[in-house]
């Protein structure tokens, strides 16, 4: 059922699918639009604080090269590579190789969300080595477990907030990761996103 449900999407995806940079862009005039008609803002003091706002992002976008390209070394070391080699030869059939890979990149994914890209990717790869399964799939499922990176102990937010003299302090404090990433809340989302995605993406799986 979610093969069928699935498919007319992955035609439209792969035909219309634009360049990720024309996503910037649209979203850069939307929220142009928007901060110029629901703000007591003109559209040129818009321009302006978007001019200023993105050199300011300039140490965050270090910090999130360090993260990803950390996590590409620790995942290309050889006890990861073969660690990998050696999950891999479990996955013997299509089936067990989607759920392998998604759960491993969960698991990456939640440990550290520059770790969990690249560690997805490699998995994939290593497996497609073994055995016999639809690629786009197994990439799509390697990318996946991303979606728990922000509950996980690299999620930007919790770890800014829990941080002493963070940017809102002065209006919500600090709030420390037991509220946050290890609150009960927090930890039953993971469990389930551990076992709703591995399934999802078994059952999209072409016959």
Excluded: C
């Excluded at 969990?116 to 990717?121: H, K, N, T």
């Amino acid at each position: 059922m979610l093969n069928k449900i699935a498919t007319p999407f992955t035609k439209l995806v792969e035909r219309y699918l634009p360049d990720p940079f024309i996503f910037v862009i649209l979203l850069s005039v939307i929220t142009l639009v928007i901060a110029s008609v629901f703000t007591p803002t003109t559209g040129i003091e818009v321009l302006q604080a978007w001019g200023d706002g993105f050199w300011n992002l300039l140490s965050f976008a270090m910090q999130m090269l360090l993260v990803l390209i950390t996590g590409y070394m620790l995942a290309s070391t050889p006890p990861i590579s073969k660690l990998l080699e050696k999950l891999a030869t479990f996955a013997n059939t299509a089936p067990k190789a989607i759920i392998l890979v998604t759960l491993i990149s969960l698991l990456a994914s939640w440990l550290n969300w520059g770790f969990g890209l690249v560690i997805g990717a490699l998995f994939a790869k290593a497996i497609a080595k073994h055995t016999r399964v639809d690629y786009r799939l197994l990439v799509a499922s390697a990318y996946s477990g991303f979606v728990v990176w922000h509950g996980g102990l690299a999620g930007s937010i919790p770890l800014t907030i829990a941080t002493e003299g963070h940017f809102l302090q002065s209006s919500m404090g600090v709030i420390s990761t037991e509220q946050t990433l290890f609150a009960g809340f927090n930890i039953a989302i993971l469990v389930g996103l551990f076992i709703i995605m591995p399934l999802v993406n078994r059952y999209m799986l072409p016959s």
